[in-house]
């Protein structure tokens, strides 16, 4: 009894520290963030800002995500508004609702988050409307919220290009088909297509966020398949499959699109709806040696994306006009700061790189030609 009694107490007085470590771990970081943002005023060039907002994404590493800040630093920098991207100047690594919770108990002024539809986020965002913080969630919404407003993409416009691409492939394969057929005996002209003497469908691959809680890759999903159900011949046959990827951690990414390429029913394309994915299916495109049989269709204009584009590996990508998405976050916290209200939804614009424009967008520019 005495023994069991001692386990009761040791496990009350484990869960207590860890409370109070929980606790002083929270306050210690909203002291720091308090003093920094009490100099955040005073610049190296002693230069005052008006007001101060801050960014709070995913992985404040990814390019994609750099490039967006990029856009709203210097569009805050045009109105004397400071844009920091919260967590970069803290000593550990805090989770979103950890910052959201320092940005809130530090009276920021306007709060730009990459959101999600999940009850904790609801309640941090409506807390900080309460306490007269503009809330702006980009990229992914949380619709149950109080936020001013949402900026990210027209989910279905991107997924009737993906749809488009789709066809595009399919029509070229078949067309390969048929001249390799008519070319040689055995069917081969040395295309580096899969050129299989078949009539199985085209198998089209959609990796999906498996922790995303919001409608927007269904809505984008809906945008590819009706794309196809509209606009594919009758001779068309088409499957689409979705399939979930652990996306907590680019190992876990690479791990759960390895595992489709170990499996027999490989796809014959794959449709990737962020940075990380779109490089690690490029990659291990690569490493299964299945270039010229595996179609990929990616999202963002990285480098490598773009040098993949170039050799051949990946299709086509969707370029999203980053720096208009970082302005529009700020604009519209500015908006709401001097009329108290702003539009509920801005879209970036996006367009579509491929074989003959990349090299646009390589030599710094871009063009729009399809």
Not at 72 to 86: D, F, P, S
Not at 198 to 209: A, G, M, Q, R
């Amino acid at each position: 009894m005495e023994q069991k009694q001692a386990k009761k107490n040791n496990f009350t007085l484990l869960l207590i520290m860890t409370m109070v470590f929980i606790v002083v771990t929270a306050i210690v970081g909203i002291i720091v963030f308090r003093i920094y943002i009490g100099n955040f005023r005073q610049t190296g060039d002693t230069k005052t800002y008006s007001r101060y907002y801050v960014m709070i994404v995913d992985d404040r590493k990814d390019s994609f995500w750099q490039a967006v800040y990029q856009g709203a630093y210097e569009a805050g920098q045009k109105e004397n508004i400071y844009v920091e991207l919260l967590g970069e100047n803290l000593s550990r690594d805090y989770e979103k609702t950890d910052l959201m919770r320092i940005a809130i108990a530090s009276d920021v002024d306007g709060i730009i988050v990459v959101a999600d539809e999940s009850d904790l986020m609801t309640e941090l965002i409506d807390e900080a409307a309460a306490e007269g913080i503009p809330v702006v969630t980009l990229y992914s919404d949380n619709t149950k919220s109080k936020r001013c407003s949402y900026v990210g993409i027209g989910s279905y416009n991107l997924g009737r290009e993906y749809g488009r691409q789709v066809l595009q492939i399919e029509e070229s394969r078949k067309s390969r088909k048929e001249s390799a057929d008519g070319g040689s005996e055995d069917g081969t002209d040395g295309s580096p297509a899969n050129t299989e003497e078949s009539n199985d469908p085209l198998k089209v691959t959609v990796l999906v966020n498996a922790h995303a809680e919001d409608s927007l890759q269904n809505i984008l999903c809906s945008g590819i398949q009706e794309t196809i159900d509209m606009e594919k011949g009758d001779d068309t046959r088409i499957e689409m499959t979705l399939v979930s990827v652990d996306e907590s951690n680019a190992f876990s990414v690479e791990e759960s699109i390895r595992d489709i390429f170990m499996t027999s029913d490989i796809p014959d394309i794959i449709v990737c709806l962020n940075e990380l994915t779109t490089t690690c299916a490029y990659q291990t495109v690569v490493d299964y040696n299945r270039v010229g049989q595996v179609d990929i269709l990616g999202y963002y204009d990285s480098e490598t994306i773009l040098k993949a584009i170039e050799r051949n590996v990946i299709y086509a990508t969707v370029s999203i006009d980053t720096m208009q998405m970082g302005r529009s976050c700020v604009d519209a916290i500015s908006e709401y700061h001097a009329l108290g209200n702003t539009s509920q939804y801005f879209t970036a614009d996006i367009s579509l790189v491929n074989k003959k424009n990349v090299s646009g967008y390589l030599e710094g520019g871009d063009t729009n030609e399809k």
